[in-house]
């Protein structure tokens, strides 16, 4: 999480970073999965049917909007809606997208790989998607307001003031 921070802050103390980026690569490759009715569709209908008890109404509410949530302007317009500063975001940063290695006998993280998907996002798709896809979802529950306050207190550290946006934003 810590590493999230830092590439959140240098892009946020950098934001002539977010050139090099191509600006809709990702929203492209979302909104192109959609058009083709693959993988966001088909996996909610998939989840409906394995856990229709615990997630029926709600995948039935994300279906009914998905145009909306899969719609370019709805995801460039979320920092502006929110009113936060974009950061990097990596998009898929989950285990397999972390390389580690052994210093002083703990692990550190060397490199975080895969970085196709980057884009100028918002801060919470990665700390989201990291929490998500590494712990169970008692340890989310029990644990996630502390994980949210340790990246944002990271993060004040790293800019050396406050964030432009709030921790409840985040």
Known sequence: LDAVSEV???SIKHPECFKSIHPNKFIDNLVQAHDERSSPL???KDLKVRYKEKLGNTIDEIIKNIDEIFNKNTINELNAKFGMQPTLAH???WTQN???K??????ELAAI???E???EGNPSEDIAFMIASSLSADDRHQHADTI???YYDHLTELLQQQPPFTLQQV
Do not use: F, N, S, T
């Open 8 to 10: 959140h802050a240098y």
């Open 42 to 44: 088909v996996l909610l």
């Open 91 to 93: 998009c898929e940063l």
């Open 98 to 100: 972390l390389i580690w």
């Open 102 to 107: 052994e210093h002083d006998k703990k692990r």
């Open 113 to 115: 790989i895969d970085w």
């Open 117 to 119: 998907c980057v884009h």
């Open 148 to 150: 949210l306050k340790h």
